[in-house]
Structure formats: C-alpha cells, structure tokens
C-alpha cells in the first residue's frame, strides 16, 4: 500500500509489527443485557479513556472471556462504523481489574512494550495522517469497515522509546487540561441554569408570592404577553434568486441550522430582503425545532423560520433569557401536520414574566457574571484545542523533536 505522509528521522512501521491484534467477540441479541461489561463502537468516539459506566453487558462465555479480556492500557478500535469518518477511531482501556470484552465490530490492539509506548500508540492512531490513511483506504457498503489486511498495515512512526513516551506526556497533559476547561464549562452552565430558575421563579429580595400560568411568581411580577413589551417581526422568505454567497445585500437567515450559541452564523446573504431584522434583534425560531433563540449582531434579512423580537418596555437581556427559561413552553403553542410551527397571533399572545425594571437589571448582572466566565473559558478551551491539534502534527510526525533528558 502506498504511503500518504512521511515522518523525519522516525522509523516506519505497520501495526502489526508492534503490537497484537485481536478482533472483538459477536454477540446475538439475545445474549445482551447480562454478563460481561461489552465495548460497542459508540463507546469509543466521547473521550480517550473507556469509561466503563456507559458500557452494556453481554454472555460472552468462560472461553471468550480469557481469551478476549482488556489488559490495562490495551487500545480499542472501531472497525467499522455508519460513518466514514467514525472508521479506525480508537480508545485506551486505563483498568487492572475489571472484566471487560471488546464487540466485534472492534478490534483489540496491544502495544509490545519493547517497541512502542501504549499512550503513543494511542495519539499515533489519532493523528490527522494516520485518521486520513485509514479513512481512504476503508472500504464502504452498507457500513465502512476495515479489514484485517488494512488494519495490520496501518503506517505507525516511531521514534525511540523515551522519545515516545515524552511525546505522549506532553499531549496526555494538554488532554488533562481541555477536560478539566471542559468540565469548569459544563460546572458553569449548570451554575446558570440553577440560577436562571432561581431568579426567574423566585426573584430577587421576594418574601410574598402568588400563583400563576406561568407557576408560581413573586407577588409583585406581572404576567404580560409577548407583544406588549415588544416588537415581533415575522419572517418571510425572499424570491431564491435574490440568494447570493458574494456578500451583496443583508445577511439571510432562515432557522435554527443558522444559529451559534448566542449570534447566528451568516451562510447566505439576500439582495432584496422582504423582511428585516435590526441590530440586536431576538430570533426565534417558529418552525420546528420551535422555540430557538440568537441575537443578531447586524441588521438582516429573516426567512418565514424565524420571528425578530425587539424589546420596548422590557430590558432586552432580561427578555432573552425570560424566553429561553420558556423555551418549553411554545410546545403548547406550535401546531401544524406536516412540522410544528407557531403561528403570529399565538407568539404575539405569548406569556412571560415581567419584574420592575430594576430588577430584570439585576438578574441579568447575575447571569451575565456566570456567562462572562464561561465565555473566557470557552475561549481558553478552544486555543487548547489548537494547541494539541498542532503539537500532534508536530511531534508525531518528527517535525519537532522533544529532548529526554
């Protein structure tokens, strides 16, 4: 097989020739359910490690048990997946003490220790050229699969032992760090929606409360509809001949497939908009999935999917996140057969809560505080991420050498 990449004073070798490998065990359906922890393909795409709580359980028998049993540090490897891009995908077993069996739409690898570290292995099998050399030489039917004769000759580059294992220290430590920035992320957001429903519910200071449509409110909230405290602006798809990916005219958004965390991503731009959206605008989404909300950083031409809202007598943050906290509640609303859908009167009749003025602003202070910090660490987690892709390229294909002393 021809060779797609070349490495730098490495030594080039197939998968074969430094490991062992072992396909995983079939299972019937009727043998699911009980018996021995079961690695399937979906367990190798969250994260490097198997994490043994969200494995199945299978009856593979005493036989298959010895023989096909994990070892600490063994790899497995997807074989063959609904996708293309989920081929060859691998994790590391980090257990010396429970039974675990690899499926057989997987394979086992175990590194040979005398040529090659396991935790290399493990980012070799993940780098971009060697993901790109198992991709193309995949084969593709009803499912994408590798057979034994391409999986043997996968192109490893191997440096020198302590070479490798100093190249593996570096990027586990840059994997360390993404998953302690993510899991502060994912601490952060559940901190918001904690608070989000604290201070939408019971408010600020509120020692009186009443009963609602809405729940159970502070006495002095008021419940108003939709088109009281604001603007709505429903959408209209523009003749496609007016679509255009050469910027001319406003930006063109037509559902949730437009939508990033906060802003929407422009794809389409719209020469003669038939309805337009100021800056600082609330999109939602009034087509299914009903309900979606994103602020529009410039003025832009909306499709019948959306409806722009524009705050009046309302803090405009305030009104953002009062929607999202409801999201649930255009459930109630959308109708239609064919998808569901909210119709302008219903938005317009659209109940949310509304606390004095001075009060929205200090909710959103709150909840700005929270956002604030989960943005900076957002952005942390990106850079990381940049900063393992390009170290990967560099030390795993000899362009950059590490020292091991």
């Avoid at 795409?45 to 048990?65: C, M, P, T, V, W």
């Avoid at 293309?84 to 069996?101: A, D, M, P, Q, T």
């Avoid at 993901?131 to 192109?155: D, E, F, H, M, V």
């Avoid at 009104?319 to 057969?337: A, H, R, V």
Wanted: proline share 3%.
């Amino acid at each position: 097989m021809n060779e797609t990449f070349s490495t730098k004073n490495f030594e080039r070798v197939q998968l074969r020739e430094i490991s062992n490998i072992k396909p995983g065990v079939n299972v019937s359906s009727k043998k699911m359910g009980y018996g021995s922890l079961y690695v399937t393909v979906e367990n190798l795409y969250e994260n490097r490690f198997i994490n043994l709580a969200k494995l199945s359980k299978a009856d593979i028998g005493a036989k298959n048990q010895k023989e096909h049993r994990l070892e600490y540090k063994d790899i497995v490897l997807s074989k063959s997946s609904v996708k293309k891009e989920g081929i060859g995908y691998g994790c590391i077993f980090r257990n010396r003490s429970k039974l675990v069996i690899p499926s057989g739409f997987t394979v086992r690898i175990r590194s040979n220790k005398d040529k090659c570290d396991a935790n290399f292995l493990f980012y070799s099998l993940r780098s971009y050229e060697t993901r790109k050399w198992i991709i193309n030489y995949s084969q593709t039917s009803a499912l994408t699969n590798l057979n034994a004769g391409i999986i043997n000759s996968i192109p490893i580059s191997l440096p020198s032992i302590p070479e490798q294992k100093k190249i593996a220290s570096i990027l586990n430590s840059v994997d360390d760090l993404i998953e302690k920035t993510q899991s502060q992320i994912n601490k952060l957001q559940d901190l918001k929606k904690g608070t989000m429903n604290e201070l939408l519910t019971k408010g600020i200071g509120h020692a009186e409360f009443k009963d609602s449509e809405l729940g159970r409110i502070p006495k002095s909230w008021d419940i108003v509809s939709l088109d009281s405290v604001s603007k709505i602006i429903m959408g209209q798809s523009p003749n496609s001949s007016s679509y255009n990916n050469n910027r001319v005219g406003l930006p063109f958004f037509q559902g949730k497939t437009d939508f990033g965390d906060y802003f929407p991503m422009a794809r389409i731009w719209c020469s003669k908009p038939l309805k337009v959206a100021p800056v600082s605008s609330i999109l939602l989404t009034v087509r299914a999935p009903v309900g979606d909300i994103n602020i529009t950083k410039e003025e832009c031409c909306i499709g019948r999917g959306l409806a722009a809202i524009q705050a009046e007598s309302i803090n405009s943050d305030f009104l953002f996140e009062n929607l999202k906290f409801l999201k649930n509640k255009f459930n109630f609303y959308s109708q239609g057969t064919t998808f569901e859908a909210i119709n302008q009167s219903d938005l317009k009749s659209f109940k949310i809560m509304k606390p004095s003025l001075s009060e929205q602003k200090k909710i959103i202070t709150i909840l700005k505080s929270i956002n604030n910090n989960a943005s900076i660490s957002n952005v942390y987690l990106k850079k990381i991420v940049f900063l393992k892709k390009s170290l990967m390229q560099d030390l795993l294909t000899g362009k950059v050498r590490v020292s091991v002393n």
